[in-house]
């Protein structure tokens, strides 16, 4: 007969991987933020809760509707506060949802950022990734649902996808906690710069693009010195993203 492993939410301990402590709602006298992005229904609340070992504490964004979960756990000595994005299928801030999950990537300015995906429909959900990856240089995929991938007989070439990406990518099933103690190391050993990114960028721009850009980054880190990707925001501005030029006059950023 087969036994099917427990739901990580099933009986875990405050100890469940090796030098791991799950915080809950504590969040206090952190060393590191961690952002979780991903598109709706990749199991990622699932993530969230097998790292904090909460089943979402949520509230809003301060003047949003849109909700937020926060939580906590320690690994090695050092605590993480991790934030659960909204679940968007893009950054381009065409919702209040977009706005939140971009803005918090781009000004939060977090450690690292885990973009939850999932496995059996990994193709769908490479354009939140791309997007996601030319405004930070810290992240992880986090190819979660492994266990229906495998069951649709989908294999994926890890390997070849973090070298494509740039990034490191962990295989997990959330719900039966598989992957998720190398998930915890790979956030870490990001977080303290022994895991070094190259993530993917456009690339073969157009001289006359290129060039305006590159004088407009100059203008904006010239106007806001400590401003992350500058060259990300000199493209949204050039598009006319009414979002991010309100931000750049208010100087509203997280």
């Known amino acids: 007969m087969e036994v099917k492993p427990k739901s990580a939410c099933e009986a875990c301990p405050q100890f469940n991987a090796d030098g791991l402590k799950k915080l809950g709602v504590n969040t206090t006298d952190f060393d590191f933020v961690v952002a979780l992005a991903g598109n709706p229904n990749t199991g990622k609340s699932t ?23 926060e939580g906590g756990f320690e690994y090695n000595s050092q605590k993480f506060k991790l934030v659960d994005l909204p679940g968007t299928y893009s ?8 706005e939140v999950a971009r803005n918090f990537i781009l000004f939060g300015k977090p450690s690292v ?3 939850v995906v999932d496995a059996s429909r990994l193709e769908r959900n490479l354009n939140l990734v791309l997007q996601i990856l030319e405004i930070t240089d810290t992240a992880v995929l986090c190819l979660n649902l492994m266990d229906e991938a495998r069951r649709n007989n989908i294999v994926i070439d890890t390997r070849t996808l973090a070298r494509d990406l740039g990034i490191p990518v962990v295989e997990t099933s959330a719900r039966f906690n598989q992957g998720i103690p190398d998930l915890i190391a790979t956030i870490s050993e990001l977080a303290n710069g022994n895991i070094k990114c190259k993530p993917h960028r456009i690339k073969n721009i157009p001289k006359n693009i290129e060039s305006a850009v590159e004088k407009l980054s100059k203008e904006i880190k010239k106007e806001y010195p ?29």
């Open 47 to 69: 993530v969230f809760n097998a790292l904090t070992g909460l089943r979402q504490h949520t509230g809003n964004w301060p003047g949003k509707t849109v909700t937020r979960a």
């Open 226 to 254: 400590d401003i992350p990707n500058s060259r990300w925001i000199a493209f949204r501005l050039l598009e006319g993203d009414t979002h991010i030029i309100e931000l750049l006059k208010k100087g509203e950023f997280v």
């Open 113 to 115: 950022t885990v973009i």
């Open 91 to 98: 950054l381009l801030s065409t919702s209040e949802d977009e």
